[in-house]
């Protein structure tokens, strides 16, 4: 037992450092794009982040997206994709790793592009904007939401759950360079 465990956490090291290596390449630069195409600030509430309450997460950890089902969304960065899934809460839903150890979660959509996986550029078609998952008989929405694999302890506040600030990030902050303000 404990030479097994000894060999995984070898194996868990030499796959990390390959990973770092392959991770911070050119390639893993950080463009930001919209993710929902054609969306402006008029498309979300300002203060859609950490907005509560919110059912049973309390608060809410992303930004939501209006937009007309079927209105295409693409990768706001670029992406390793870790999980296609269907979820109760989520509904059709993708989980994509970007750059700086940041999880990028696209949720409540319409459509998935088929044979999604591996690396994904920066405005690569994910699939289709929607109200799958817990957003059913909602308007249509991108549930957009971005997790750090990293704390940040300084995002710390004194907000319902605001300790873990330290994990999530504020969308509309993230994509404020790419932001169209009519």
């Known amino acids: 037992m404990k030479k097994a465990i000894v060999i995984l956490l070898v194996l868990a090291l030499v796959g990390s450092a390959a990973y770092g290596v392959w ?4 390639r893993w630069q950080e463009p930001k794009v919209m993710p929902v195409v054609g969306a402006t600030s008029r498309d979300w509430h300002p203060e859609t982040f950490w907005y509560e309450p919110w059912g049973e997460s309390l608060v809410h950890k992303g930004m939501d997206i209006f937009a007309d089902r079927g209105t295409p969304v693409v990768a706001a960065t670029n992406h390793y994709i870790m999980s296609v899934n269907d979820s ?3 509904g059709k839903n993708i989980w994509a790793l970007g750059p700086n150890w940041r999880m990028h979660y696209y949720a409540h959509l319409d459509t998935i592009e088929e044979g999604l996986g591996g690396y ?3 405005g690569t078609p994910l699939g289709t904007v929607g109200s799958s998952g817990n957003a059913q008989g909602k308007p249509p929405h991108l549930h957009y939401g971005i997790r750090s694999m990293i704390a940040d302890e300084s995002r710390i506040d004194d907000s319902t759950l605001g300790e873990q600030k330290a ?3 504020n969308p509309i902050e993230y994509l404020a ?4 303000t009519p």
């Open 177 to 180: 360079p790419v932001i169209v």
């Open 167 to 169: 994990y999530w990030l």
């Open 120 to 122: 994904v550029a920066a």
């Open 88 to 90: 109760r809460r989520g």
């Open 23 to 26: 991770f911070v390449s050119e």
